[in-house]
């Protein structure tokens, strides 16, 4: 199978809010979309070893904020480069929440929607949440961003290559670690999901 035919596929960039009793933790994430009208409801793709899974578990509800394209990688990075088990993302911030107590983003997103889990589907590597939405709220007027915009425009070139030799790759999400001298350009992390753009060398010493 050639990977790089999904890399076709269409994705949003959203920051995921969860919480469960006083534990509240954001995340970001490339898949949700609606998936039906009458009710209106959502599906949600949330890495299974994340934190933020573990909360929607836990406490049912979620927030979507729809993060728009002048969000800056500093944001990205905060709240999709570290995991909630090590630090608390939302210290010293002062996030709005929805009825229900979960944070979303108030600023960098031009829209968000307010969530209860209706369903959950084990698929692997992730969980898929259905929710039903029962909130939506415009935040501003600036355009949705695409994963492929942030791949283009957001993120960070790589830095050139030195003069050592790479002997592995490592995930900049996870940390898995690829060992071997060239990463395939279709390789897909076994843990996190996330393509070769985003594997850093390891260099030997």
């Known amino acids: 199978m050639d990977n790089k035919a999904l890399y076709s596929l269409s994705y949003g960039v959203f920051m995921v809010g969860s ?4 534990k509240k933790n954001g995340c970001i994430t490339n898949t949700c979309i609606q998936v039906a009208n009458s009710p209106t409801r959502v ?17 049912g509800y979620f927030t979507v904020s729809i ?11 905060h709240f999709g480069m570290q ?3 090590d630090v608390n993302k939302l210290e010293g911030m002062s996030l709005p929440e ?11 997103a ?12 084990d698929l692997g590597s992730h969980v898929f949440f259905i929710a039903e939405v029962l909130d939506a709220k415009v935040l501003n007027e600036n355009e949705p961003l695409t994963y492929d915009y942030y791949q283009s425009n957001i993120k960070p070139k790589r830095p050139a290559v030195n003069d050592k030799k790479a002997v592995a790759w490592k ?3 996870c940390g898995y670690v690829y060992e071997g001298e060239k ?15 985003d594997f850093e060398p390891v260099y030997e010493k």
Do not use: Q
């Not at 919480?19 to 006083?22: I, L, P």
């Not at 929805?98 to 960098?108: A, F, K, R």
């Not at 031009?110 to 589907?121: G, N, P, Q, R």
């Not at 990463?183 to 753009?197: E, N, Q």
């Open 183 to 197: 990463l395939p350009a279709d390789f897909v992390c076994p843990i996190c999901g996330h393509d070769a753009s």
């Open 19 to 22: 919480k469960s009793g006083e």
């Open 43 to 59: 599906g949600l793709s949330v890495i299974k070893t994340n934190y933020t899974c573990d909360l929607i578990k836990e406490g």
């Open 98 to 108: 929805d009825e229900n107590g979960v944070p979303y983003l108030g600023w960098s």
């Open 171 to 173: 995930c900049r999400i």
């Open 67 to 77: 993060l728009d394209n002048k969000v800056s990688f500093e944001t990205l990075k």
């Open 110 to 121: 031009c829209a968000m929607l307010s969530c209860k889990v209706v369903e959950s589907h």
């Open 83 to 85: 995991s909630g088990r």
